[in-house]
């Protein structure tokens, strides 16, 4: 099952909504997304109300824990040997996942999380080097070799840069997705999260991304700490995101749109009415960018 044509918007699935859509309601909610490590080790009532939900809707599963931009020391063969065993542990129970859920898509972060034996549950930013690059790019072969699909990867907001880094996070991230074939998540949030901290222009970043690599989008609301923005999910998406979205879905038609909220969760009402919000924004992007096609 895949979402239908247009911009489809979908929702992330979070727990506070299991008891409103175990009634299986009508919705105008498109697809749902769901967090991948909260169903691989569960075969209880998460599982079971994912696996109601898949009945009437698409689902794509996005991760939090792959670690793909992790590496090891080359010379320390016993810290490569457990990241192998690792990752292979972790897409064996993806693996299961996916062909029970059957996603229509898989996502997971150009980030690293930890090392093997340690998670530090954040998804920290990746040197943007040819030495990183040609990492991850194998890294990232590997794993679509082992699921036998092509994956997702999502740019990631951030508070530090690496000193070390000689290109620009979009060039990175275009690069990685052009040697290994994956496609990018396009998060136009962390995209304006990181911009204000770092104080780089976003809407010359969402140009940089090829749109045909684009598979999918993220929207999230923020909040303003006074020194930086946090990338917190616990708020309505802000007007400037808006516009960042309006400029940059004109030219991916039929990219699925999503919108994310994991902290001060709303009743699925407001939830869905942000969803609807997000349709009538890529529909006038997409009326704007026809009437202009037109006009030529």
Excluded at 109 to 135: I, K, M
Excluded at 278 to 293: F, P, S, T, Y
Aim: proline letters at 6%; hydrophobic letters at 45%.
């Amino acid at each position: 099952m895949i979402p239908p044509s247009g911009n489809p918007v979908g929702v992330g699935l979070r727990a506070e909504h299991y008891p409103h859509l175990l009634e299986r309601p009508r919705t105008t909610v498109a697809w749902f997304e769901a967090i991948s490590e909260n169903y691989m080790d569960t075969a209880g009532r998460p599982l079971s109300i994912l696996e109601t939900v898949r009945l009437d809707h698409p689902v794509a599963l996005h991760g939090v824990s792959l670690s793909i931009g992790y590496r090891p020391d080359p010379s320390d063969s016993a810290r490569r040997d457990a990241l192998a065993a690792l990752r292979t542990r972790y897409l064996e129970r993806l693996g299961a996942l996916i062909e029970r859920i059957e996603p229509f898509l898989v996502s997971d972060h150009l980030c690293w999380t930890g090392v093997p034996g340690g998670n530090v549950h954040d998804l920290l930013p990746v040197p943007f080097t040819s030495e990183a690059l040609a990492w991850i790019v194998q890294q990232v072969e590997f794993v679509q070799e082992t699921l036998g699909r092509r994956i997702v990867l999502e740019n990631v907001s951030s508070y530090l840069t690496w000193s070390a880094s000689t290109m620009r996070e979009e060039e990175f991230l275009a690069e990685v997705s052009r040697r290994s074939g994956c496609a990018v998540l396009l998060d136009v949030n962390n995209v304006y999260v990181s911009a204000r901290n770092h104080g780089f222009d976003a809407r010359s970043y969402l140009d940089a991304i090829p749109a045909a690599s684009v598979a999918q989008i993220h929207l999230a609301g923020h909040t303003d700490m006074g020194t930086h923005l946090f990338d917190t999910h616990s708020a309505p998406v802000c007007d400037d995101v808006w516009a960042l979205f309006e400029h940059t879905i004109a030219r991916m038609p039929g990219v699925p749109v999503l919108i994310e909220w994991d902290a001060d969760i709303p009743a699925y009402e407001r939830l869905e009415a942000e969803a609807a919000t997000a349709d009538a924004v890529a529909r006038r992007a997409r009326a704007g960018a026809a009437a202009k096609d037109a006009a030529a």
